[in-house]
Every structure is written in structure tokens, then in C-alpha cells.
């Protein structure tokens, strides 16, 4: 199995604002904080994966309401994935493709999410050094998802280095996504 990552795409901000304006219609009776593009496509400048990532930021007590409004808009509820205060769903149609995410303020999962965001959008040589490390991952033709995840992890705690996340987070954050660091 491949991995594609491709250069940066122009459209990507475009297709990101039309389906958050979509999920803001499905979410107009719900408290949500914010709608954020996260991941490499929220980058300008940064290689990705062609997959729109999106966060959606609740309040822990509107979660539920949240679920059931994306629900009713056709996405899947596929559960929090080993990632407590976060709900992943599968969307009801791939225009654009993306992951979508409901997520419980504060939680580190979101901190980290926009702290890697952040730092890259400010850094053009850490941002330089990131892409390169995905473009050569990718470029192995028998490379699997979680082997490009590990291989990332050496430039991301660079990036991490950066943020204002604690260094007890930046462990946390470690640990989640080297299998290596996991005593």
C-alpha cells in the first residue's frame, strides 16, 4: 500500500470553507466554539495528503447534541477511536474528502491538533523540513499508514519544540504516535 501526498493545493482553504459552512448549517442548534481547518492542508505551502482534516470545537455538555446533529446530516458516527474527547465520522460523500472530527474544547488531542497548525503556518523552514519528510515517506512505494505516522514523528517533535504545549504534553503527544516511545 501507498501513501499520496501531493504539493500544496490552492483549493484546499475553498473546499475547507464550503463544507465548514455546510457543518455550521447542520450544527445551528448546537453551541459550537469554532470550526477549524487542522492538518497539512490547512498549511499554505505544506505537501499533504489530498484529505481536507476538520475539527469542530464543543463544549463537553453539547457533545451529544453535536453527534446527533451531524448524525441527522448524514455523517456516521464512528466513535472516539482510542481518542477520548474526540468523535470521528465518516462523511456522506467524498466532495472534498475529509476527515471530520467533533472535539471536546481544551482536550489535548485539539491542543496538539492546532499547536502543529500553528507552528508550521509560522515556520517556513520547519514547514520546508515536514514536507520533505512526508514527500520521501510517501515516496517508498510499500510504505502503510502506520509506518508514515512513525516516520513523522522525529520532524513533529521539532515542530512540537515550538508550540506552547507543556513539555508533560509534548510526552503525552509522543507517546501517542511513536510505538517506540510506549514503555
Known amino acids: 500500500m501507498s501513501i499520496l501526498v501531493v504539493p500544496y493545493s490552492d483549493e484546499w482553504p475553498a473546499q475547507f470553507a464550503a463544507v465548514a459552512e455546510e457543518l455550521a448549517r447542520a450544527l445551528s442548534g448546537v453551541p459550537v466554539g469554532s470550526i477549524e481547518h487542522v492538518g497539512s492542508t490547512a498549511v499554505p505551502g505544506l505537501a499533504a495528503k489530498p ?19 451531524l448524525e441527522a446530516a448524514g455523517y456516521e458516527h464512528a466513535g472516539d477511536l ?14 472534498p474528502a475529509r476527515h471530520v472530527y467533533l472535539c471536546v474544547e481544551g482536550t489535548l488531542h485539539l491542543r496538539n491538533h492546532l499547536a502543529v497548525r500553528d507552528v508550521l503556518r509560522r515556520d517556513a523552514l520547519l514547514r520546508q523540513r515536514y514536507g520533505e519528510v512526508k514527500l520521501a515517506l510517501a515516496g517508498d512505494a510499500e510504505m502503510d499508514i502506520d509506518t508514515y505516522i512513525a516516520g ?24 501517542l504516535n511513536d510505538p517506540d516511545s510506549r514503555a
Open 82 to 95: 482510542g481518542l477520548p474527547g474526540r468523535e470521528a465520522f465518516r462523511t456522506p460523500d467524498q466532495r
Open 152 to 175: 513523522k514523528s522525529g520532524v513533529l517533535q521539532e515542530v512540537l519544540a515550538s508550540s506552547d504545549l507543556t513539555i508533560a504534553e509534548k510526552a503525552q503527544i509522543l507517546a
Open 51 to 69: 484529505i481536507i482534516d476538520i475539527d469542530i470545537i464543543v463544549g463537553r455538555p453539547d457533545l451529544v447534541a453535536a453527534i446527533a446533529a
